[in-house]
């Protein structure tokens, strides 16, 4: 097992790269629904997200679950998407939350 270390906001994080891009698996491939096409779509024009992602071994089309609603009752009201990634590793402290790129990860 090869650990890397990055700090985020005073936040170590230990993690293994390898074994994080080995989590993969029909679980969390690429989906072709609605929401997940969108999902990426956004994410693929914001190339700070990717390059934070890939740190630690996420494909950014590999999301482990994305949830969306709308935030009003009119058809053309927002849409909050929500998508989550594993990190196979631990960090230092009781909670963590970073806000960058125009996204919340915690």
């Not at 293994?16 to 929401?35: G, I, L, M, V, W």
């Not at 058809?75 to 402290?93: C, K, L, T």
């Amino acid at each position: 097992m090869s650990l890397n270390t990055t700090e985020i906001n005073s936040v170590k994080i230990t993690f293994d790269k390898e074994k994080t891009k080995a989590y993969r698996n029909s679980f969390n491939s690429p989906c072709d629904c609605q929401d997940c096409r969108n999902f990426y779509k956004n994410l693929e024009d914001n190339n700070e997200i990717i390059e934070f992602l890939n740190i630690f071994g996420i494909d950014y089309q590999c999301s482990d679950e994305i949830f969306s609603w709308e935030l009003g009752e009119e058809s053309n009201s927002f849409i909050h998407y929500e998508g989550y990634y594993g990190v196979y590793g631990y960090f230092d402290g009781d909670d963590f939350n970073y806000e960058n790129f125009g996204i919340k990860i915690t």
